[in-house]
């Protein structure tokens, strides 16, 4: 089944300890993005990758880091999260060329103490 | 990619058709309207995209108007499930416009 995997669900951890959020995808797809989603805020785009090895800024990418590696993997990171980056993320993928539609994930709610 | 302008909230009666309008004045000629879908707090679910034709698939309609500076996502016979935020963005699938920006979406309440 086409899909976009993250891994945990829910996470609750406490500033400053190290975390990743992992998000894999089976559709080899070239581009990947990551969203994070607040209350009235709607979804808000961190970073996104192009292809392997290239990476860029969305909208709010302070606090966050990316990775990719690999084609099918983008690794959310958050080398010392603070109270503020509790929220829903989602990562997604899309093909390139046409009009391909981005597919989502499942979400990872996180909890900063 | 181009700025959407949608209305917060919209309600429907259950059975009866749901229009969801978006606003896109500024949309480049090589940008497509895509819509989505968020129910609660689950990933948004992709529904229908267009460029300059109206669109119908299984689960929708997507009427484009001609100067392409508007569009309205139909669902024919809404039904409880359809109860969601919907989004519309605009977005050419290129490599010099990747940041795909959503917005806050409409919250569309379907309702017995």
Known sequence: ?113 | DAKTTQPTSMDCAEGRAANLPCNHSTISGNEYVYWYRQIHSQGPQYIIHGLKNNETNEMASLIITEDRKSSTLILPHATLRDTAVYYCIVSANTGTASKLTFGTGTRLQVTL
């Open chain 1, 1 to 113: 089944e086409a899909q976009v995997t993250q891994n945990p669900r829910y996470l609750i951890t406490v500033t400053g300890k190290k975390l990743t959020v992992t998000c894999s995808q089976n559709m080899n797809h070239e581009y990947m993005s990551w969203y994070r989603q607040d209350p009235g805020l709607g979804l808000r785009q961190i970073y996104y990758s192009m292809n392997v090895e290239v990476t860029d800024k969305g909208d709010v990418p302070e606090g966050y880091k990316v990775s990719r590696k690999e084609k099918r993997n983008f690794p959310l990171i958050l080398e010392s999260p603070s109270p503020n980056q509790t929220s829903l993320y989602f990562c997604a993928s899309r093909g390139w060329g046409g009009s391909s539609p981005l597919h989502f994930g499942n979400g990872t709610r996180l909890t900063v103490t």
